[in-house]
T-cell receptor, first 116, second 113 residues
């Protein structure tokens, strides 16, 4: 079946601009996660959704970062006033909360964000 | 979540078994061991997980020591496509916590022809 998809695959923006990154989880997965991966590092947790609500946003670095999941499926990560330090690969993962693969996270290919 | 320790890099000859170790000496009784890998420029890929019994699937085998303080991921016949960074993660799955994965540096496995 279809996996997690993320758009765009690459995004280049200028410092100070606003960007939106989209994640389409696997159909039926109620849990959704955003991670950020800097060059040479492992992914770092940003935020977790259970359904429509953000159950844990402790990884968001500051208030320029915000994420929504209004209908409990697609999620959008929003970054305001981008800074060069925001440049990274932004990964999305989803997981089921019932069934045989319960709580196993499946990742999308990521969006590579470059802030000039 | 417990911390894990992995060697930064390993080499393996194509066709041979790749054995990737992981130490998790502070693992608690309800924490599972998960393995993911990340091939260059792709998102992490789930491989396998286990609690205390050895596990096998179509990708790999997971051997967990009896005291659960360490584990080994085994790729029985490594191919060039198995070249990747392998992450060992311990966590408690379930709705009682966020289930977020805490990634370390992982082991870079280089499979050589």
């Amino acid at each position: 079946g279809a996996g997690v998809s993320q758009t765009p695959s690459n995004k280049v923006t200028e410092k100070g601009k606003y960007v939106e990154l989209r994640c389409d989880p696997i159909s039926g997965h109620t849990a959704l996660y955003w991670y950020r991966q800097s060059l040479g590092q492992g992914p770092e947790f940003l935020i977790y959704f259970q359904g429509t609500g953000a159950a844990d946003d402790s990884g968001l670095p500051n208030d320029r970062f915000f994420a929504v999941r209004p209908e409990g499926s697609v999620s959008t990560l929003k970054i305001q006033r981008t800074e060069r330090g925001d440049s990274a690969v932004y990964l999305c993962a989803s997981s089921p909360t019932s069934g045989g693969a319960i709580y196993t996270q499946y990742f999308g290919p990521g969006t590579r964000l470059t802030v000039l | 979540d417990a911390k894990t320790t992995q060697p930064p890099s390993m080499d393996c000859a194509e066709g041979r078994a790749a054995n990737l170790p992981c130490n998790h000496s502070t693992i608690s009784g309800n924490e599972y061991v998960y393995w993911y890998r990340q091939i260059h420029s792709q998102g992490p890929q789930y491989i396998i997980h286990g609690l205390k019994n050895n596990e096998t699937n179509e990708m790999a085998s997971l051997i967990i020591t009896e005291d659960r303080k360490s584990s080994t991921l085994i790729l029985p016949h490594a191919t060039l496509r198995d070249t990747a960074v392998y992450y060992c993660i311990v966590r408690v799955p379930g709705s009682s916590n966020t289930g977020k994965l805490i990634f370390g540096q992982g082991t870079t496995l280089q499979v050589k022809p």
